[in-house]
């Protein structure tokens, strides 16, 4: 029978948190609504490439806007853009992604 030395323990003790934190995400949230969309003029089409509309993002207590850029394609996948979604009386951010 093999016992876990320390050095065994603490090496699998920081695989662990490694891998852990490797799939923490950030929560993004607002005190207030954001405001309407801008009105962008979307490129023509691009081969490869989906078009990800501007958004609205949260940056020290202000709404700031950013524009819309070329994701690249994943056969297979389609993309959700990013959006906000409310939250009780706040505002949450949800990352575009492709699904």
């Known amino acids: 029978m093999k016992y876990l030395t320390p050095a ?7 695989a662990l948190l490694t891998a852990s934190a490797a799939f923490a995400q950030v929560v ?3 005190p207030m609504a954001p405001p309407p969309p801008r009105a ?3 490129p023509g089409p691009r081969p490869g490439y ?3 509309q501007g958004r609205w993002r949260w940056e020290h207590g202000q709404y700031v806007w950013v524009p819309g850029h070329w994701q690249p394609v994943r056969p297979g ?12 009386p706040h ?7 492709w699904a």
């Open 77 to 88: 996948y389609r993309w959700v853009p990013g959006h906000w979604v409310e939250h009780g």
């Open 91 to 97: 505002w949450r951010w949800v990352d575009g992604h």
């Open 8 to 14: 065994r323990a603490l090496v699998a003790a920081m």
């Open 50 to 52: 989906v078009w990800d």
């Open 28 to 30: 993004i949230e607002a």
């Open 40 to 42: 962008e003029v979307m």
